[in-house]
Structure formats: structure tokens, C-alpha cells
T-cell receptor, first 108, second 113 residues
Framework: QKEVEQNSGPLSVPEGAIASLNCTYS??????FFWYRQYSGKSPELIMS????GDKEDGRFTAQLNKASQYVSLLIRDSQPSDSATYLC????????FGTGTRLLVSP | EAQVTQNPRYLITVTGKKLTVTCSQN?????MSWYRQDPGLGLRQIYY???????DKGDVPEGYKVSRKEKRNFPLILESPSPNQTSLYFC????????????FGSGTRLTVV
């Protein structure tokens, strides 16, 4: 069974801080890695994709991938209360497997 | 607007009464998939389709059927719903499997009593 593991949280950070979200995966053949944000009662929304080792930055978000360690992370700089949500890691190639998500709470 | 449209948003039904949840996308995506989301279990794939007339089971296909007769539509059918199928269901599509991530529909909250 291919697995994607995330700490369920909640991860609490003050406004303006850096939030660091982590994900490990079991399938070494995975080639596509995504981070989704899901607000309570809403559908997942794609915020970052990464396909090769290293860092990828988009605004306040940075995705980091280390295939050797089977580890992918998401950094959110200058965290805002509106970033409070559950963040889902998804990994795969022809089929995506989702982690159960990390709940992030950003306090004003 | 590019989107995945699911209907209905909310549905309460009784055990054994056949139902269909519709899903339609306007992005000409080849790949479509159905997920259910349950507390503590995350998103689990029910069925997926790589293209028209090509469907395959996901991780939790029991009790569900799908069809893909047109590229834009991918309905989910529960022929005899049971209470353990009470869940939040999402349809998703992508240009090609694994590339570019999925676009999700707004979700269907199904309750089977």
C-alpha cells in the first residue's frame, strides 16, 4: 500500500511567522508532488506542485523535495490568519495518493 | 470559467435507494477521478478514468459504479447505498494523470440513513 504520511497537527504559529509543513511518502517511483489547501467544508485547492529535487518558490510559498529521503515540505512565509486551513500533501504519478493533512492555525 | 461541477451539493437518502452524483468538467481534461473524504482517513480514491470508455478501480470501489461515455462527464452511481457510504465526495479532473495536479469540484455531502 502506497502511503503518504503527514502530522495531523494542529500546527500553531503566530501571524508573520514561517509555517513548516512536512510529508513523507513510501513509493520511490513517485514523480509528481503537490500541496493542496483545504478550508473547512470546502474542496481542496492546488497551491504548489514540484517534480524535481530542490526548492520551488511561488510568492510566500516554497515547496521542497528530497527524493532520496522521500520527503516533501511546504514553507509558508509571513503566515496570515487566512492561511489557517488543512494542508494536504499528494504524491504519485498516474495516480495521486493523498495524506490525511496537517491542520495549520495562524493566530493574529 | 474553468471548473468541475458536481451535483447535488447535499443529499440525504435512504438505504437501498439508487442515486447518481453527476460530475462535469469544461477544461477538456482527459483524466477524471472520484474521491471520498472521511475524518481521519483523508481522501481515498474510488474510481478513476484515463479517457472516454476507460475506467479503473481506485482504493475503495466497493458499492460504487462509474461510467465515462463523454469526455466531460463522469457520474458516480450508488446502486444500493448503505450508511457506511455516508461521506463527503469529490470529483476531480486533470489534463493528464499526475500532471499539473487536480482541479476539484465543490463536493457532495451524502448522508445515507
Amino acid at each position: 500500500q502506497k502511503e503518504v504520511e503527514q502530522n495531523s497537527g494542529p500546527l500553531s504559529v503566530p501571524e508573520g511567522a514561517i509555517a513548516s509543513l512536512n510529508c513523507t511518502y513510501s513509493d520511490r517511483g513517485s514523480q509528481s508532488f503537490f500541496w493542496y489547501r483545504q478550508y473547512s467544508g470546502k474542496s481542496p485547492e492546488l497551491i504548489m506542485s514540484i517534480y524535481s529535487n530542490g526548492d520551488k518558490e511561488d510568492g510566500r510559498f516554497t515547496a521542497q523535495l528530497n527524493k532520496a529521503s522521500q520527503y516533501v515540505s511546504l514553507l509558508i512565509r509571513d503566515s496570515q490568519p487566512s492561511d489557517s486551513a488543512t494542508y494536504l500533501c499528494a504524491v504519485g504519478f498516474q495516480k495521486l495518493v493523498f495524506g490525511t493533512g496537517t491542520r495549520l492555525l495562524v493566530s493574529p | 470559467e474553468a471548473q468541475v461541477t458536481q451535483n447535488p451539493r447535499y443529499l440525504i437518502t435512504v438505504t437501498g435507494k439508487k442515486l447518481t452524483v453527476t460530475c462535469s468538467q469544461n477544461m477538456n481534461h482527459e483524466y477524471m477521478s472520484w474521491y471520498r473524504q472521511d475524518p481521519g482517513l483523508g481522501l481515498r480514491q474510488i474510481y478513476y478514468s484515463m479517457n472516454v470508455e476507460v475506467t479503473d478501480k481506485g482504493d475503495v470501489p466497493e458499492g460504487y459504479k462509474v461510467s465515462r461515455k463523454e469526455k466531460r462527464n463522469f457520474p458516480l452511481i450508488l446502486e444500493s447505498p448503505s450508511p457506511n457510504q455516508t461521506s463527503l465526495y469529490f470529483c476531480a479532473s486533470s489534463r493528464s494523470s499526475g500532471i499539473g495536479g487536480y482541479t476539484f469540484g465543490s463536493g457532495t455531502r451524502l448522508t445515507v440513513v
